[in-house]
T-cell receptor, first 116, second 112 residues
């Protein structure tokens, strides 16, 4: 069974631009969660989508948004990029809502975003 | 608000040594505690998941324990190998939203 895939793997943008990242979960998984990882803040939860609905949201500004499609694929969008948005963005999928089932979350390889 | 701490931030050991990684959390009302491995600049790989009702989980050379009352979990790695070199993160699932809160990780280097 194929793992979680994320595209693109690397991205360079300039301040003020916007960016869209994509995540394809493991086949059959209905939940997709997004995380931001930086050297200073570590891994921080962004949001979780389940059945095309945002079920949970972390403490990030409204510039960070996402959506999930009927095939469970998810996209994350960051508008008006800032230098501090440079990070590794990870998505993870699980069969059901994260934390509600015994199975763990399976992480993708991440998208490394550099904002200049 | 849940806070997860991992000490030490970095650890270097010779090959073959047994070692323990520590994880502490402030809110003992957790649903589960997970240990992940992250190779440099890559995604996370799940190692072990301990449900709140369990005391420990084992997988191969890895053993994770959970003590909710003291807010602590440990990951025991037996007979360490250079291939074990990576950053190990623990994460607690807690709160009404069952959100995952990660520690900052322990960077392990196993010297051949």
């Amino acid at each position: 069974k194929a793992g979680v895939t994320q595209t693109p793997r690397y991205l360079i943008k300039t301040r003020g631009q916007q960016v869209t990242l994509s995540c394809s979960p493991i086949s059959g998984h209905r939940s997709v969660s997004w995380y931001q990882q930086t050297p200073g803040q570590g891994l921080q939860f962004l949001f979780e989508y389940f059945s095309e609905t945002q079920r949970n949201k972390g403490n990030f500004p409204g510039r960070f948004s996402g959506r999930q499609f009927s095939n469970s694929r998810s996209e994350m969008n960051v508008s008006t990029l800032e230098l501090g948005d440079s990070a590794l963005y990870l998505c993870a999928s699980s069969l059901g809502l994260a934390g509600y089932f015994q199975e763990t979350q399976y992480f993708g390889p991440g998208t490394r975003l550099l904002v200049l | 608000k849940q806070e997860v701490t991992q000490i030490p931030a970095a650890l270097s050991v010779p090959e073959g040594e047994n070692l323990v990684l520590n994880c502490s959390f402030t809110d003992s009302a957790i649903y589960n505690l997970q240990w992940f491995r992250q190779d440099h600049g890559k995604g996370l790989t799940s190692l072990l998941l301990i449900q709140s009702s369990q005391r420990e989980q084992t997988s191969g050379r890895l053993n994770a324990s959970l003590d909710k009352s003291s807010g602590r979990s440990t990951l025991y790695i037996a007979a360490s190998q250079p291939g074990d070199s990576a950053t190990y993160l623990c994460a607690a699932t807690s709160g009404s939203a069952r959100q995952l809160t990660f520690g900052s990780g322990t960077q392990l280097t196993v010297l051949p």
